[in-house]
């Protein structure tokens, strides 16, 4: 099975859940998968991924893994891995895979917000995995290359003590190789501080890492509306948590409308914020500037970033921000677990929430992605025009509706 068990998702996906429960319990979402390569495939793949999506309702809790959730999500109340384990299961009947007018793969899925947000990352892996089979990729793996690649990113972090967490599991090349490199990493690196996947966590015996995802500040302001959305998300998120899991994601509709709603308290009570798109010097100066005007230091902060990189770009990145922050974790995923040496095996694909509805009598809302990078929009054109209206980012408008 390419997805071996119901923990093998990401560690900010509980979270999520969990926040959803709290504060929309009755919302639900529908969610697209993207392949933004656009590579051809058959009706044969579309049976493939739905057999080993069909397997996933098979999965059924292993011993130990609720008790490793629970100590693990110290912040989460046991009641909520008593519903996890007894009462969620995958279910076909919501996931309708099939093929574009361009015949590459394309997915969709919906239902209860705190239920369906699990099935994001098992669509991913399952993507990649065939993906590199259906180009045969899988036969050119030489795992000699892949511990070469792997074990200079190690030494470089041990050398120069750069802390990270791995976050490849959404594009890993296969099940087989992110386990290897996991390996390698709780055997030989000194600075590693967890895994967002908690299944490879549960059974190395390493700390769960994850923050927050766009998808929450996209449900958030399609309900309260862009220009406040992710003070609303950022205020529902840290009341929900209590003070733990304290990282903001800021890009989700653009930083600077973020940081410009951004009050005193949340920065004051928040640990710190992830970088994702757009520049990092950029990302970081702007964080920086928007604490020091609330009086915050941001010497006290963690910045994480996570923005496709590896760990000589990180290299690069600490050195630059070493002294101006308080801590400056990666979070470093392809890198790790699609890294092996072999030209055009590297899957570019996403799975994004499209829309959502409060509940099942209210309207569905366009959701919608507008970070800082342009190739990382997604979404409803006419809604990203209104982004960039509301948020007043008119030069990226212009420039990519010129007749808006």
């Not at 969990?18 to 579309?46: C, G, H, L, S």
């Not at 070469?148 to 990113?153: P, S, T």
């Not at 529902?236 to 509709?253: A, Y």
């Not at 309207?363 to 409803?380: F, L, N, Q, S």
């Amino acid at each position: 099975m390419i997805v071996r068990s119901l923990i093998e998702n990401d560690t900010y996906k509980w979270n999520i859940s969990y926040f959803y429960m709290k504060n929309y319990p009755f919302a639900e979402i529908e969610f697209e998968f993207f392949d933004r390569q656009r590579t051809p495939v058959d009706q044969d793949f579309v049976d493939q991924f739905n057999l080993e999506f069909a397997k996933l309702t098979m999965l059924k809790p292993q011993t130990g893994e609720k008790e490793f959730m629970i100590k693990s999500f110290y912040w989460l109340p046991k009641w909520f891995f008593d519903w996890y384990f007894a009462y969620f299961r995958f279910k076909s009947d919501c996931v309708h895979a099939f093929l574009r007018e361009d015949s590459s793969f394309g997915c969709k899925f919906f239902g209860s917000a705190a239920e369906k947000t699990f099935y994001e990352m098992p669509i991913l892996m399952i993507f990649t995995a065939l993906m590199e089979r259906y180009r045969g990729m899988d036969t050119k793996v030489n795992m000699k290359e892949v511990e070469d690649i792997a074990m200079a990113q190690i030494e470089l972090s041990n050398n120069h003590k750069l802390y990270f967490s791995e976050f490849g599991m959404r594009r890993r090349f296969s099940a087989n190789v992110q386990d290897f490199v996991d390996k390698l990493i709780v055997d030989n690196a000194k600075y590693c501080i967890g895994n967002s996947n908690c299944y490879l966590a549960f059974k190395l015996g390493q700390k769960v890492s994850g923050t927050m995802a766009h998808e929450v500040q996209m449900m958030v302001q399609a309900f309260h509306g862009y220009v406040l959305g992710g003070y609303h998300t950022a205020q529902q998120w840290m009341n929900t948590f209590n003070g733990d899991v304290g990282i903001l994601l800021p890009d989700t509709i653009g930083r600077k409308q973020f940081l410009n709603n951004l009050t005193k308290l949340q920065a004051k009570a928040c640990d710190g914020f992830r970088h994702d798109s757009g520049p990092w010097e950029d990302f970081t100066t702007d964080v920086i500037r928007r604490l020091n005007e609330l009086n915050v230091d941001p010497r006290k902060k963690t910045f994480v970033y996570s923005d496709s990189i590896n760990m000589f770009t990180y290299d690069d990145i600490h050195n630059n921000v070493q002294g101006r922050v308080g801590f400056d974790p990666a979070g470093i995923g392809g890198a790790w677990t699609n890294n092996t040496g072999i030209e055009g095996a590297k899957v570019e694909c996403v799975c994004k929430m499209t829309r959502t509805r409060i509940n099942k009598t209210s309207p569905w809302r366009p959701t919608v992605k507008v970070p800082d990078t342009d190739g990382k929009y997604m979404g409803d054109k006419e809604e990203i025009k209104t982004v960039l209206r509301q948020c007043e980012r008119m030069d990226e408008l212009k420039r990519h509706f010129p007749d808006a």
